[in-house]
T-cell receptor, first 114, second 115 residues
Framework: AQSVTQLGSHVSVSEGALVLLRCNYSSSVPPYLFWYVQYPNQGLQLLLKYTSAATLVKGINGFEAEFKKSETSFHLTKPSAHMSDAAEYFCAVSRMNRDDKIIFGKGTRLHILP | ETGVTQSPTHLIKTRGQQVTLRCSSQSGHNTVSWYQQALGQGPQFIFQYYREEENGRGNFPPRFSGLQFPNYSSELNVNALELDDSALYLC??????????????FGPGTRLTVL
């Protein structure tokens, strides 16, 4: 069975500071891993995904994430936070070579402090 | 290229009623997945349709049912509505069901409130 754990339902960082959102996964088969962002009253938008190529994945809006198999982690980072980054972020996992059903974490709300 | 659209955007129903939510997939996409997102939670997988056939189902009771049409648009039907069905219902389409990490493109959702 697959699962995703996001540490911290709320994270606050100052504008210009490093953003780090934590995600740990559990999967019985090699996983695909995703980070999605959700702005208020909108659907989800894909930030980046890991599909067994490079372990360091670069996404949109300056975000990146590193797949660490030994730590079963896929943490999301951005060197310098911007006010527009305030949103809900979801880590998700699906099963490689099976189908594309996605299991989501509970989300982390990112607050940017001026 | 038209993205994923959902209708209606908001809906208010009472307990015991039935509701139908609609989704138009992105052009060229033959797979549609439905998710329920309760307040403060991540999306929960309801079911997926691939070329008009159900291709997997999450832990939802049979009163949640769906359809996919030849043009790959889809409906989610919920019978005998309960208060806990109040949520944002998200539709996502993808290019294929093959598991190569195909991106799912999400619609804006339908906000269902059950009174």
């Amino acid at each position: 069975a697959q699962s995703v754990t996001q540490l911290g339902s709320h994270v606050s960082v100052s504008e210009g500071a490093l953003v780090l959102l934590r995600c740990n996964y559990s999967s019985s088969v090699p996983p695909y891993l995703f980070w999605y962002v959700q702005y208020p009253n909108q659907g989800l938008q894909l930030l980046l995904k890991y599909t067994s190529a490079a372990t360091l994945v670069k996404g949109i809006n300056g975000f990146e994430a590193e797949f660490k198999k030994s730590e079963t982690s896929f943490h999301l980072t951005k060197p310098s936070a911007h006010m527009s980054d305030a949103a809900e972020y979801f880590c998700a996992v699906s099963r490689m070579n099976r189908d594309d059903k996605i299991i989501f974490g509970k989300g982390t709300r990112l607050h940017i402090l001026p | 290229e038209t993205g994923v659209t959902q209708s209606p955007t908001h809906l208010i129903k009472t307990r015991g009623q039935q509701v139908t939510l609609r989704c138009s997939s992105q052009s060229g996409h033959n797979t549609v997945s439905w998710y329920q997102q309760a307040l403060g939670q991540g999306p929960q997988f309801i079911f997926q349709y691939y070329r008009e056939e159900e291709n997997g189902r999450g832990n939802f009771p049979p009163r949640f049912s769906g359809l996919q049409f030849p043009n790959y648009s889809s409906e989610l039907n919920v019978n005998a509505l309960e208060l806990d069905d109040s949520a944002l219902y998200l539709c996502a389409s993808s290019l294929d069901r093959s598991a190569r990490g195909n991106e799912q493109f999400f619609g804006p959702g339908t906000r269902l409130t059950v009174l």
